[in-house]
């Protein structure tokens, strides 16, 4: 059930020179996070950057010409590659969501080079979204911390390890069938780990981030969670905003 009537043009600004809303989107693999941030754009008419998709095509790149994932000499050429090939149809492409391409996004990841690199990419995306659109909905690990620490709303959302690799083996099963439910939750620990205790742009939950648990809720029941903060977050703006004279310090949406 929709109990927030927003509209489109809520959201659109009404002078093009205003800051864009940056709306961050973190968390852990396959806590429901990307959907999340996907069902937000469309709602918010808002562009969308899966941040992950450019780590996974630097270790794809990498893993097709026969590089180590982890080895900074091995994945610069890859990197070379992407930095002048990024599009829409490459970060959607469905071979970066394979296990091998995953572990290895973790590994490339890690590398400090690779992370700046990608960096001015994702503010860019932030600051001046494709098309006519009143912000951006970025998701990843280190949104809220290190790519947009400005971002208007900050979420991140996170469930149960043993209920995440639940879901990611509903979705790699019939493509993989040799692969097991205890395979699943053992590489998505793996992964956990190295990408919450890496050294540079660990993942970590923003200080001023609203923490959404996804174990017990469903894609629609969490949307409609984020819709409600977003809404209380404005609103709380807007009468402070009132309070003290000022105006909206962005283009948010207008309840
Ligand atoms: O989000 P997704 O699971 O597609 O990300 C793949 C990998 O990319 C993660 O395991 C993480 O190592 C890396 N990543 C990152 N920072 C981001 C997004 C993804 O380090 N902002």
Redesign the pocket.
């Known amino acids: 059930m929709t109990v927030l009537n927003f509209r489109k043009t809520d959201f659109v600004p009404q002078d093009s020179s205003h800051k864009k809303v940056v709306i961050a989107v ?1 968390g ?3 806590s429901g ?2 959907t999340l941030a996907k069902k937000l754009a469309e709602r918010l008419g808002y562009a969308y950057l ?7 095509a630097v ?1 794809m790149a990498t893993l097709e010409i026969g590089g180590d994932p982890s080895k900074l000499q091995d994945v610069e050429p890859a990197l070379e590659i992407i930095k002048r090939n990024l599009t829409p149809e490459l970060l959607a492409n469905p071979s ?1 969501r394979t296990p091998e391409v ?1 572990e290895g ?6 590398i400090p080079e690779v ?1 700046q690199a990608l960096l001015d990419y ?1 503010r860019e995306f932030a600051a001046n979204p494709p098309g006519f659109v009143g912000g951006a909905v ?6 809220g911390t290190v ?1 947009c620490p400005e971002a208007s709303i900050k979420f991140f959302v996170t469930a149960a390890p043993e209920e995440r690799a639940r879901r990611r083996f509903e979705e790699l099963k019939a493509t993989k069938p040799e692969l097991t439910y205890e395979k699943v939750l053992a590489d998505l620990k793996t ?1 956990d780990m ?2 919450s205790t ?1 050294a540079t ?1 660990p ?1 970590a939950v923003a200080e001023d981030a609203y923490t959404l648990d996804t174990t017990h809720l469903n894609p629609a029941q969490t949307l409609e969670e984020a819709i409600g903060v977003i809404r209380a977050s404005f609103l709380a703006e807007t009468n402070d905003n009132a309070r003290t004279g000022k105006t909206a310090k962005n283009n948010g949406p207008q309840p």
């Open positions: 973190d852990p693999a396959a996070k990307g899966d941040t992950g998709a450019l780590y996974r270790a970066l995953s996004a973790s590994k490339v990841a890690a992370r994702q970025l998701d990843g690990r280190d949104i790519v992964r190295r990408d890496r742009a993942t």
